[in-house]
Structures are given as structure tokens and as C-alpha cells.
């Protein structure tokens, strides 16, 4: 996949709604949420309504005050649908890594260990 400016924005916008959809579900306000995850409501305005870019530690501050994985936020459905399988850990990797090319593996694997090695995961 080629990470045009097209595919980044749409990107953002997923993780956006995302972000939004979860912390309502939640019933947190944006002020909870912005005090939980030590960031400004402004802040959590902007990147709600894809105003700002969204960098990896608002995106793990956000992810830990809602008890969620990061990659919970990302793209893709939250939950599998009732009639599908869940999917093994093995399953999901293949397919989320199937056509990369080997920067986008190599930086993949790299966050994985260093989220390994900070204790930054729930892998249990």
C-alpha cells in the first residue's frame, strides 16, 4: 500500500472517530478525558475533528486512560462482527502485514519490541 497524503488523512479521520466513538461509549466528557490522559481539551478537540496529527504518545496516553490498546484506535472494525471468527494474534499480523514492504515491517517489528521492552502492552 502507498502512503499517499490521501491514505494518511484517511487514516487520521478513522483514528478520529475512533477516539470520539470510544470515549462516548465511555461516558467520559472531553475534559475527563483530557485530564485522564494529561493532555489539553483542546487538544482533544482538534484531533477528534481531525484538526492536528495525531503523534504516538497522545496516541498511548489516550489509549491507556480509556484501559484500550493503542491499536484499538486504529483503522478497522473495533470489534469482529458476530458472525466472523476472531481472528488469532498469528491471523491478524498476516493480514495487517499482507503487501507491506519491508520499511513498513521493519518499523512495525520495531515498536513492537520496544513496546515489549517498556512494558507498554498487555500481550498476556
Known amino acids: 500500500m502507498e502512503l499517499t497524503d490521501d491514505v494518511m488523512n484517511q487514516v ?52 491507556a486512560a480509556m ?20 481472528l488469532t494474534a498469528g491471523e491478524r499480523f498476516e493480514q495487517i502485514m499482507q503487501g507491506a514492504d519491508a520499511q513498513l515491517v521493519e518499523m512495525f517489528l520495531r515498536m513492537a519490541l520496544y513496546m515489549r521492552n517498556n512494558s507498554l502492552h498487555n500481550f498476556s
Open 67 to 86: 484501559e484500550m490498546e493503542a491499536d484499538e484506535l486504529l483503522p478497522g472494525d473495533l470489534e469482529p462482527k458476530e458472525t466472523e471468527r476472531k
Open 12 to 63: 487520521l479521520r478513522d483514528v478520529s472517530k475512533n477516539i470520539s466513538k470510544e470515549r462516548k461509549k465511555r461516558g467520559l466528557s472531553m475534559a475527563k478525558l483530557a485530564e485522564m490522559s494529561n493532555l489539553s481539551v483542546s487538544h482533544i478537540s482538534k484531533l477528534e475533528r481531525s484538526r492536528c496529527d495525531i503523534g504516538l504518545k497522545a496516541l498511548l496516553r489516550i489509549a
